[in-house]
């Protein structure tokens, strides 16, 4: 759960104070957002694991229901995780303030096999115990297995071999290939062709604004990020990955992917959270052949989560 604020500026002094501009209260999470994100564009997914089993995970499970989620197997326990996210005008950038949730895990005895197997891409966020049991499945009822690859993991890399469609982070690339190397456009080629060699079939890594590079067996390609009046980055990355794993699943070459999402998330970087700034196909369609769009349904959005218990 996010409680997300907009402030003219971030205070570094003692007793500064800053004024809030704006507030909402949406879904975070990397899976969870990259989610809602296929389900805005118009295609179908089902959420596995814990919400809370309080307010705020009522709150989160209306929320994926709204995105047209499958909530079938999302069990509630315990309280739910909690962030206070400050989003500032001068840097554009985040500072998170959070609560982990107190609930039971999520274990080997929670997956249901025949479930995972109807769907045709299994995403994670981690490399685990209990990811890699149900990537195992995942792979036995023929599907592909993706990873938002956020932070850069030794247990991530150890399982390169499991993972189908990896997409990771500019911090993840320069933990592997150096610090600043993302500045180095020219050899983005022949590092993620590298990076292919353990294991997944397609590579992806996020840049920033700068936008995304992709590596497969049909070629490479750098797509540029496209510009846009920035309100809020959170959600930027996990929309990306949302965009992306949609575009493979509706047919698109997985070139031709990496220029849909990085559409995609930087519309929702002109709106607050990791929800409002969603679009929907058509209006991703029409930024990218005329860097315009209709945004009615985010200013709807922007109503809807202003208030905690909207959805």
């Known amino acids: 759960m996010d409680f997300l604020v907009g402030i003219d500026h971030l205070p570094t002094k003692k007793d500064e104070g800053a004024r809030i501009q704006i507030t909402s209260w949406q879904g975070g999470g990397k899976v969870a957002t990259a989610l809602a ?5 118009g295609g179908q997914a089902s959420m596995i694991g814990i919400a809370g089993k309080d307010t705020y995970g009522d709150f989160l499970i209306q929320d994926f229901k709204f995105y047209g989620i499958d909530t079938s197997h999302v069990m509630q326990d315990g309280s739910n995780g909690f962030s206070v996210v400050l989003s500032d005008q001068v840097t554009k950038g985040r500072n998170i303030i959070a609560r982990s949730p107190r609930q ?25 115990p209990i990811s890699v049991k149900m990537a195992e499945i995942m792979h036995e009822g023929g599907g592909k297995v993706a990873i938002d690859a956020d932070g850069y993991s030794e247990l991530t890399q150890s399982n390169l071999d499991k993972i189908d469609i990896f997409i990771g982070s500019e911090f993840y690339y320069n933990a592997v290939f150096g610090e600043g190397a993302s500045e180095d456009l020219d050899r983005l080629e022949e590092n993620l062709r590298e ?37 809020d980055t959170v959600g930027a990355g996990d929309t990306y990955h949302g965009a992306y794993l949609y575009a493979l699943a509706d047919g698109m070459d997985p070139m031709d992917a990496a220029e849909f999402a990085n559409a995609v998330a930087a519309i929702k970087c002109t709106s607050i959270g990791g929800r409002s700034g969603l679009p929907d196909r058509e209006m991703t369609d029409s930024f990218m052949k005329t860097g315009k769009y209709d945004r009615t349904l985010i200013e709807k959005k922007v109503r809807r989560y202003e208030n905690f218990g909207n959805s």
């Open 195 to 231: 990076f292919s060699k353990h294991g997944p079939e397609i590579v992806v890594f996020t840049l920033g604004d700068k936008g995304s590079a992709v590596y497969c067996k049909e070629g490479f390609r750098y797509a540029k990020g496209y510009k846009v009046d920035v309100v």
């Open 37 to 41: 994100a296929v389900g805005q564009l």
């Open 104 to 128: 039971r895990p999520f274990t080997e005895d929670d997956i249901d096999a025949d479930f995972i197997k109807q769907h045709d891409i299994l995403h994670l966020e981690n490399m685990g």
